[in-house]
């Protein structure tokens, strides 16, 4: 297993691209998640109003518990940056046709996406310790008084996580599998959202219930917006069991469709 | 002697056309085999077939008897149509790759360079080769895994004359260390330099499969001239005298079953003719090649 993943991280450390975007992407998620109290307190600073009206302290985003949420919500979007690093690294064995010579050279067709899969898994990996960790620091930093009974809680929302990036990665994989260019395939992925959302709207009349079945909308459900909280008092503080056993189970069928398609094709 | 490879009845069709048709062949240890073809005629899908990167439509193959996986592939060497490297990887760094694939040591690194020359160039990326060194780099990849059976698709394709000469005595030192040897080539005099056995194949059919020596075999032909009027009729008179064939100049005479060149020398020598010029032809594989596609099938 560490060996495939060696294989793999053997082509991307000396690619550019994977550097460029890949420090894109953990430099964003890191910043962004870091620096969010400094900047409310930038903008109470410059607009005098906003300051008064609202006690920027007293807005418990960065508080335990509710940092683990907030901090892992946030940097959920940005998970299309590692998709498009994905999308690149597979499309590029494609249009190099090494994924031809790799299995001339003696890997098996599952060896090769397994490679691919284990790249997926530690990449998604380091997002979930990276803002672990942020949240960790800044949950002590912001939080006025430390209780220790909520300083844990809710942190079941970082295997969470983990599950929405890999899932979301793995449809990545599985359509630079299936189109195997890479331009079309992240203009695809970018577009999933949109398309998804095209048809949820066409259906909600007939069979709303379908909704959640959704692939994309799964993903998304495993950490649930945490804005409602402050807004309508009504908290979801955890992880919705149906929409595990959902993801997971598109998290599985990407990866075999990807399976069954690198088995059958001539390459 | 073991059998490398076997083929029964491989096939494959790409949506109607039929590329690699009902091949059923056997490559022994030691064998230097060649695989001849026209343009098109199925020699890369065989041997992507054989490589596992073409899966077949009908048939089957085994490699020393075993059912075809991925760790055979690894004691391979193969270089399949042109060389396949990550181009923005560095040559030592594409191998140290492959070697990690091939699980075999990294040590083998520098000699493999250094038989192909291309040592000194080695941390410089894929993408700045010339055509001929990344086909220098293919072959040394192939050679990576001090592989039992090397595989070369078109190996000489964009080398300069020397290096053709020296790939080929590469194959023919690789082989004389017992190795087996399967060579697609349209370079036929390459091919009866280097072969001990050969297939054609048109249009995805096995036409012909044999040793390379038995080309030369058969009736003799022998180009000979002699500056005296009544020529032809001194060689009718040879009793050894199949045909004759007057071209430009000298005669094209083909020599009946058990005759040689030798004995026409002699005959003429004892009629007091002196030829002034006298040749055997042998039968090259290119003039067997020709005539076995061009027969209808
Ligand atoms: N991926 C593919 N899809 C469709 N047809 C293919 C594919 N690969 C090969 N073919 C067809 O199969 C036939 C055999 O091709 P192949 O490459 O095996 O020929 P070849 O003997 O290696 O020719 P050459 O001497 O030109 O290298 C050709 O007609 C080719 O067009
Ligand atoms: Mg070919």
């Given at each position: 297993m560490l060996h495939l993943l060696k294989i793999d991280l053997k082509k991307l450390t000396s690619y550019r691209t994977f550097w460029v975007v890949c420090g894109l992407y953990f430099l964003t998620i890191g910043f962004s998640t870091a620096s969010g109290m400094e900047f409310l307190k930038w903008l109470a600073n410059t607009f005098d109003k906003f300051g008064s009206s609202l006690n920027?302290?007293?807005?418990?985003?960065?508080?335990?518990?509710?940092v683990w949420l907030n901090l892992v919500w946030w940097s959920g979007f940005f998970k299309v940056l590692l998709g498009i690093m994905v999308v690149i690294s597979i499309s590029n064995e494609y249009t190099y046709r090494t994924l031809r010579q790799n299995i001339i050279d003696g890997l098996s067709r599952w060896e090769f996406l397994a490679s691919k899969i284990l790249t997926n898994l530690l990449l998604s990996l380091i997002s979930v310790v990276l803002i672990f960790i942020i949240a960790l620091v800044t949950g002590f930093i912001y939080t006025p008084e430390i209780n220790w009974n909520y300083v844990f809680t809710d942190i079941e929302f970082y295997p969470a996580y983990l599950l929405e990036l890999f899932t979301f990665l793995s449809y990545a994989l599985m359509l630079g599998i299936f189109v195997q260019r890479s331009g079309l395939t992240i203009i695809l992925l970018l577009l999933s959202y949109m398309l998804e959302a095209i048809v949820k709207a066409n259906i909600d009349d007939y069979f709303p219930w379908l909704i959640p079945y959704f692939p994309m909308e799964s993903i998304s459900a495993l950490v649930p917006i945490p804005f409602y909280r402050y807004a309508?008092?009504?908290?979801?503080?955890y992880v919705d069991p149906a929409a595990v056993a959902i993801a997971s189970a598109w998290m599985i069928l990407f990866n075999y469709f990807s399976y069954l398609k690198l088995k059958r094709s001539d390459l | 002697m073991d059998t490398v490879l076997t083929t029964r009845h491989l096939t494959k069709d790409f949506g109607r056309l039929r590329a690699v048709d009902d091949l059923s062949f056997e490559v022994k240890r030691g064998q230097v085999f060649g695989l001849l073809g026209p343009n098109g005629s199925g020699k890369t899908t065989t041997l992507g077939m054989l490589m596992g990167v073409v899966n077949p439509t009908v048939g089957e193959f085994s490699w020393f008897g075993e059912i075809p996986n991925h760790h055979v592939r690894k004691k391979i060497g193969a270089v399949l149509e042109h060389p396949i490297f990550y181009p923005y990887l560095t040559g030592q760094k594409n191998l140290e790759l492959n070697a990690m694939i091939k699980q075999c040591p990294e040590e083998n690194i520098p000699g493999v360079l250094e038989l192909v020359e291309l040592a000194d160039r080695r941390n410089d990326k894929y993408k700045t080769y010339s055509l001929g060194m990344k086909q220098r780099l293919a072959i040394a990849s192939a050679l990576l895994n001090e592989p039992t059976v090397l595989i070369l698709d078109e190996p000489t394709n964009g080398l300069d004359p020397m290096g053709i000469a020296e790939i080929r005595e590469l194959i023919k030192k690789i082989a004389a260390n017992g190795k087996t040897i399967i060579l697609a080539s349209h370079l036929l005099d390459e091919v009866q330099k280097v072969c001990s056995h050969f297939a054609i194949l048109k249009k995805g059919r096995l036409v012909h499969v044999g040793p390379v020596d038995d080309v030369g075999k058969g009736a003799e032909t022998v180009e000979v001239k002699a500056d005296l009027p009544d020529f032809t009729e001194v060689l009718m008179q040879f009793p050894g005298t199949a045909s004759i064939l007057p071209e430009n100049g000298v005669f094209l005479v083909t020599l009946r079953e058990d005759f040689h060149s030798k004995d026409l020398n002699a005959f003429l020598i004892e009629r007091g003719v002196v030829a002034n010029h006298l040749v055997t032809k042998r039968k090259s594989l290119e003039k067997v090649f020709l005539e076995i596609l061009s027969e209808p099938r």
């Open positions: 920027i302290d007293r807005i418990p985003l960065y508080h335990f518990p509710d309508f008092q009504e908290i979801q503080d | -």
